[in-house]
Nanobody
Framework: QVQLVESGGDLVQPGGSLRLSCAAS????????MAWYRQAPGKQRDWVAT???????TYADSVKGRFTISRDNAKNTVYLQMNSLKPEETAVYFC???????????????WGQGTQVTVSS
């Protein structure tokens, strides 16, 4: 089974920074694309950033220049460094990871449990 463990969410003042992490594990699985999404109360879940298998990164326009997605493939972990946080970015942040079963060749997407980020003074 694939398991994702997220951490790093906290209460932070506007303009502050946080680093989120998401560690993936699962025997017999290889992990491909890793991404971050966020969902504010009463809102849809929105895409934030993606780290593709080859390491290329893409970002939502709203976070470009402030957020950085990175990964440590040896640890199967993806990070999201968030700087200059804004109150409207208060949300539950979720990691989303693609995984392939090395035995069957099947592929699927897996979601973390979410970690709460609150930006408030």
């Amino acid at each position: 089974q694939v398991q994702l463990v997220e951490s790093g969410g906290d209460l932070v003042q506007p303009g502050g920074s946080l680093r989120l992490s998401c560690a993936a594990s699962g025997s017999g699985f290889s992990f491909t694309t890793m991404a971050w999404y966020r969902q504010a109360p009463g809102k849809q879940r929105d895409w934030v950033a993606t780290s593709a298998t080859g390491g290329t990164t893409t970002y939502a326009d709203s976070v470009k220049g402030r957020f950085t997605i990175s990964r440590d493939n040896a640890k199967n972990t993806v990070y999201l460094q968030m700087n200059s946080l804004k109150p409207e970015e208060t949300a539950v942040y979720f990691c989303d990871v693609g995984a392939r079963n090395s035995d069957s060749g099947s592929w699927g997407l897996y979601w973390g449990q979410g970690t709460q980020v609150t930006v408030s003074s």
